[in-house]
């Protein structure tokens, strides 16, 4: 089977400091070592990302900020950009839209990572969604089509020399529903690494990096070809 055309400049949204590296770094990664341009938008500071009452919402997001940066920088990615809404709070308003437009039209990014908005809950795993990630894929959809390429959207951006771009395709993050798949068997000890920068999340950080393993190994069997570990996504391409 010939394999798809890798992506030239990738934009990976997360709600989350962690989000981007759970969902998608080994994918990232393989990519940034093909040659592509990597950029990471986190939409809030993660300050609600603690049970410990006694660490300050400031001092957990400047822990965080850390956190994702060392992620980044491990696996190459060329810069991250925090938003800084605050944690649990994220509402898909006509600010947040005009924030990730400009980062679109700055960039211009080839291809856009976020999660699924339809993904509210999983019976399989028995979780439910967080409702900033929900959030998070619903205003980044729509940053990409209509605002990110329509000229009328955000006339201000015009005036900063954002000019209109149109992003070739989406890749969706959802576990339960995916049409697209990347072998990500030689980059899956890059992504353990880049989930371990996250210690204030995982007080167990082995266990839950064997959970990934074991989703990316179920992945892994649906791919075509299949492969020992995978990453999968559902994959809309833009016209």
Known sequence: M??????KT????????????????????KWIKKGAKAYYLVLTD???????????????TKLRHAEQKKSANLIGVSRV?????????????LKLRQKIVKI???????????????LVYDGQRQ????????????????AVFPYARNIRSFPELLTEGLEPHSVQEV??????????YVDITSNMDLKMAAIGCHQSQFPQM????????????????????KAKYAEGFFKITLR
């Open 2 to 7: 010939k394999s798809a055309p890798s992506p």
């Open 10 to 29: 990738i934009l990976a949204v997360g709600a989350h400091p962690d989000d981007i590296d759970i969902g998608c770094s080994g994918s990232i990664s």
């Open 46 to 60: 993660g300050s609600k990302g603690s049970e410990d009452p006694k660490i300050s919402h400031q001092k957990l």
């Open 81 to 93: 950009f925090f938003l800084d809404f605050v944690d649990g709070e994220l509402e898909n308003t």
């Open 104 to 118: 679109i039209r700055k960039i211009k990014p080839t291809t856009v990572i976020c999660f699924d908005p339809t």
């Open 127 to 142: 979780f439910i969604n967080h409702p900033d990630h929900r959030v998070c894929g619903q205003a980044t959809l729509d």
């Open 171 to 180: 890749l969706l993050i959802n576990f339960q529903k995916q049409n697209f």
């Open 206 to 225: 082995e266990k839950f990096q064997q959970r990934i393993k074991a989703f990316a190994q179920t992945y892994g069997i649906k791919a075509k070809p």
